[in-house]
């Protein structure tokens, strides 16, 4: 198993941009993977204003900060108003080009 943590400049929950302190985007690919599995996948988003999130699945969409877009649907684990935690509950657009086999551990 190997996996890396990628930090996000831009973040969008439903399609609504959020104004993020600091958002990141960590992946595990099991052995023999090239993109991660369905919920191989979470990131963390922490917002300066306080953020109502309902439970649930919420499609998250957010840009590296190499400019590469990333685009899955996750489901809601954890929200204190201002630290959201999103587990992957999908495909994830984009892992290929975020997740470059060779710099992985």
Do not use: N
């Not at 302190?21 to 922490?46: I, K, S």
């Amino acid at each position: 198993v190997r996996s890396c943590r990628v930090q996000l400049r831009e973040v969008s929950i439903d399609d609504v941009a959020v104004d993020a302190g600091y958002a990141d985007l960590f992946v595990v690919l099991r052995e023999g993977d090239e993109v991660p599995g369905p919920t191989d996948w979470e990131a963390m988003v922490r917002t300066d204003l306080r953020q109502r999130l309902p439970p649930g699945r919420h499609e998250l969409r957010a840009v590296t900060g190499d400019d590469q877009t990333v685009r899955g649907e996750a489901v809601l684990r954890f929200s204190d108003g201002h630290r959201h935690l999103f587990r992957g509950d999908g495909h994830l657009d984009g892992a290929s080009q975020v997740v470059a086999l060779d710099d992985l551990p």
